[in-house]
């Protein structure tokens, strides 16, 4: 069985500054996807980034950067010069590979809830 | 391109009744998948569909069925409505399912009184 954990459930920063969501893993699958979103108090789930588990390179998109750890099972998320419209819930999720029997399946941490401060 | 369109947005039910919500996913996603996200529980996975089959299960009663539509729109239902399933409800959208991107709707949020 897959699991999640985001073991920091609040976060604060100020306005232009780093900050790293963390996210563990556990998963005895050798092909696996871990995804990044964010959801505001809207409650609309916004895909953010993506990283396979055979991809060598960290992947980004805009601000948004994952930390691939494979050996350690962690895959942070990095949000460079944060703005007040970052504030909002991150989750952190998984699902098998393709070739798998869970397909779209993604299984999710608890979230973390970001503050950004002026 | 549209995005993933849930609705109703907005739902107010009574115990013991029935609901059904919809989803439409991207135009050519083939691969819709439900989850289920309250307080207490986070967000868990209810059932994905493939091409109008059901390809995988959560752990949820049989009171929770879908079902997916030629033009892979899906819908979801709960009959015999219990004050435990208000929640909101999300719906995501993929192209085949093990893809590197899966978006989600704005969620339907269900209150049952």
């Known amino acids: 069985a897959q699991k999640i954990t985001q073991t920091q459930p609040g976060m604060f920063v100020q306005e232009k500054e780093a900050v790293t969501l963390d996210c563990t893993y556990d998963t005895s699958d050798q092909s696996y996807g871990l995804f990044w979103y964010k959801q505001p108090s809207s409650g609309e789930m916004i895909f953010l980034i993506y990283?396979?588990?055979?991809?060598?390179q960290n992947a980004t998109e805009g601000r948004y950067s994952l930390n691939f750890q494979k050996a350690r099972k962690s895959a942070n998320l990095v949000i460079s010069a944060s703005q007040l419209g970052d504030s909002a819930m991150y989750f952190c999720?998984?699902?098998?590979?393709?070739?798998?029997?869970?397909?779209?399946?993604?299984?999710f941490g608890q979230g973390t809830i970001l503050t950004v401060h002026p | 391109k549209a995005g993933v369109t849930q609705t109703p947005r907005y739902l107010i039910k009574t115990r013991g009744q029935q609901v059904t919500l919809s989803c439409s996913p991207i135009s050519g996603h083939r691969s819709v998948s439900w989850y289920q996200q309250t307080p207490g529980q986070g967000l868990q996975f209810l059932f994905e569909?493939?091409?109008?089959?059901?390809?995988n299960k959560g752990n949820f009663p049989g009171r929770f069925s879908g079902r997916q539509f030629s033009n892979s729109r899906s819908e979801m239902n709960v009959s015999t409505l219990e004050l435990g399933d208000s929640a909101l409800y999300l719906c995501?959208?993929?192209?085949?399912?093990?893809?590197?991107?899966?978006?989600f709707g704005q969620g339907t949020r269900l209150t049952v009184v």
């Open positions: 995501a959208s993929s192209f085949r399912g093990a893809d590197t991107e899966a978006f």
């Open positions: 569909y493939f091409s109008e089959t059901q390809r």
């Open positions: 990283q396979g588990s055979y991809d060598e």
């Open positions: 999720a998984m699902r098998k590979g393709a070739g798998g029997t869970s397909y779209g399946k993604l299984t």
